[in-house]
């Protein structure tokens, strides 16, 4: 299909950045072609049969990317922020933004508040 | 567009000559009321791709069963015929529309995740069947994209246009939303009267007269999907939440706080799945 009806991916708008600063505050998915050397992996790279081929904490070298290149993967987690993230006050001004025509509405102050009260939360 | 001769064509979706081939086969048995659990699995267990599938899905964080599933036939078992066919359609369907349709595979992951997380704070027997079917809620919109592609292209230029819901500006354009054509081919598909009014009934989930609870946390998922920005459903705004719904659920404030930092988790920890295939 030609036309992208709904493509647009979410991790520029989402929770996802909340949760990217919460829980593990420097892990981010790096496309495989995006992987450059020095990039640290967050998180272990297994084979199917769950054996670890790349331990938590290994730096990438060239060999080690090029490598990466023929398995059949799309993307690794990798330490590190990202330079995508965003700031707290981008989250909130984005969600005003979604919430803009519907906050006035029956109970939509009580969902906004409790998302509101989550990004503020997580960026103290 | 005359809503009869519209059923039919949609219902008639899988003769379209543009249909991706493993999508017809799929349909063809899942189309087939009197398929038992033994050639469904069958089917599946010949066909490694879909096999693996069906395997990742389950054993993922977005339906979350403690234990690994590791065949067909106890997926089968567990989740019973209808989930495991809904995931196998869903999924499959995603596939397929990967490309241009990542931010609706995205928004659709989001719901059955949150109505998962939903029907068991509202102690819900089988939560799963919740779950696929808001896993499912939005397939109208993929029929409808497949079926009139450049109608839909009017429909997303119109919504930009006026400024108004994608929903509104498919009233306008086939004077039905994906809400109905969505139902049409659940019915066709033969899933049970349950998904279907689900399906039917995810906007306006009052008149859902078989399973109005169900209806309403697929709702009110939907809702809060959007509401954190996970995922595209076609929408830059936040659609309002059906009042009676919101009031049939009760949700109390921590309830609802609950629910945003149990679907945070979920859906950071589904990673994989939000990326589609080619992860390992």
């Known amino acids: 299909m030609s036309k992208n009806f709904f493509g647009k991916p979410s991790f520029s708008c989402c929770s996802y950045d909340i949760i990217k600063h919460q829980r593990s505050d420097t892990v981010q998915r790096i496309p495989l072609s995006e992987l450059k050397v020095g990039m640290v992996v967050a998180r272990a790279i297994t084979n199917e049969s769950g054996m670890v081929l790349l331990s938590e904490g290994t730096a990438l070298t060239e060999s080690l990317i090029v490598r990466l290149g023929r398995m059949d993967l799309s993307h690794i987690f990798i330490r590190g922020a990202s330079s995508s993230d965003k700031s707290k006050a981008e989250l909130l001004s984005e969600l005003d933004h979604r919430f803009k025509k519907t906050e006035k509405e029956p109970y939509m102050h009580i969902i906004k508040g409790v998302i509101k009260a989550r990004i503020e939360e997580v960026y103290q | ?280």
């Open chain 2, 1 to 280: 567009m005359d809503p009869k001769l519209l059923r039919a064509q949609i219902e008639r979706i899988d003769t379209l000559p543009t249909m991706p081939g493993i999508l017809k086969k799929l349909l063809a048995v899942i189309e087939n009321p009197k398929i038992s659990l033994t050639e469904i699995g069958n089917f599946i267990s010949n066909d490694p791709v879909l096999t693996t599938r069906v395997l990742k899905m389950v054993n993922s964080p977005i339906y979350g069963f403690p234990g690994r599933i590791s065949s067909v036939q106890q997926a089968l078992i567990l989740l019973g015929l209808n989930v495991v066919r809904g995931l196998l359609l869903g999924v499959s369907v995603f596939e397929v529309m990967q490309k241009s349709m990542q931010g609706l595979w995205e928004h659709s992951l989001g719901c059955a995740v949150t109505s998962r997380i939903l029907a068991k704070k509202k102690n819900i027997p089988e939560p799963e069947e919740i779950s696929v079917s808001a896993l499912l809620h939005d397939i109208g919109k993929v029929v409808l994209i497949l079926r009139f592609k450049e109608d839909y292209e009017r429909v997303v230029k119109e919504a930009e246009a006026k400024d108004i819901l994608i929903m509104d500006a498919e009233k306008e354009v086939f004077g039905i939303t994906h809400a109905e054509s969505g139902a049409w081919v659940a019915k066709k598909w033969n899933f049970p009267l349950s998904l279907v009014e689900v399906i039917e009934y995810h906007h306006k989930p009052s008149l859902s007269k078989t399973v109005p609870i169900q209806s309403a946390i697929v709702h009110l998922s939907d809702i809060l999907t959007r509401s954190v920005g996970f995922g595209f459903a076609g929408d830059n705004y936040v659609p309002q939440v059906s009042p009676a719904a919101w009031e049939l659920l009760n949700l109390s404030d921590a309830d609802l706080r609950e629910t945003i930092d149990e679907m945070d988790h979920t859906l950071h920890e589904a990673g994989d799945f939000l990326i589609g295939d080619g992860s390992a």
